[in-house]
Nanobody, 122 residues
Framework: VQLQASGGGLVQAGGSLRLSCGAS????????MAWFRQATGKERELVAA????????NYADSVKGRFTISRDNAKNTMYLQMNSLKPEDTAVYYC????????????????WGQGTLVTVSS
């Protein structure tokens, strides 16, 4: 499956952005999806993940209450609504997918988008 992330940009602290991740898979609903991010000089970290039908989701503690992950399986698209952005949210954001029926571990994701840069100014 091919993934295409978009929606990044420059925003002031306290602002909002919505990221999108389009997928080429015909069976998008068969993929567990996630957003990761990587800031300069830091390791890639999981931001949020969402189950196949979008019923279950989980978030990094640092974004809980500010970010919302969602998906529209009819449109083969996943989203990340980011509110109350902080300078520490600045990073390249990647969408990722894992096929199968088991909830993936962080290292299990095998399809990745190209990343979209989010820059939050103070």
């Amino acid at each position: 499956v091919q993934l295409q992330a978009s929606g990044g940009g420059l925003v002031q602290a306290g602002g909002s952005l919505r990221l999108s991740c389009g997928a080429s898979a015909r069976t998008f609903s068969h993929y567990y999806m996630a957003w990761f991010r990587q800031a300069t000089g830091k390791e890639r970290e999981l931001v949020a993940a969402i189950s196949w039908a979008g019923i279950n989701s989980n978030y990094a503690d640092s974004v809980k209450g500010r970010f919302t992950i969602s998906r529209d399986n009819a449109k083969n698209t996943m989203y990340l609504q980011m509110n109350s952005l902080k300078p520490e949210d600045t990073a390249v954001y990647y969408c990722a997918a894992k096929g199968g029926s088991r909830v993936p571990r962080l290292s299990d994701y095998d399809y990745w988008g190209q990343g979209t840069l989010v820059t939050v100014s103070s």
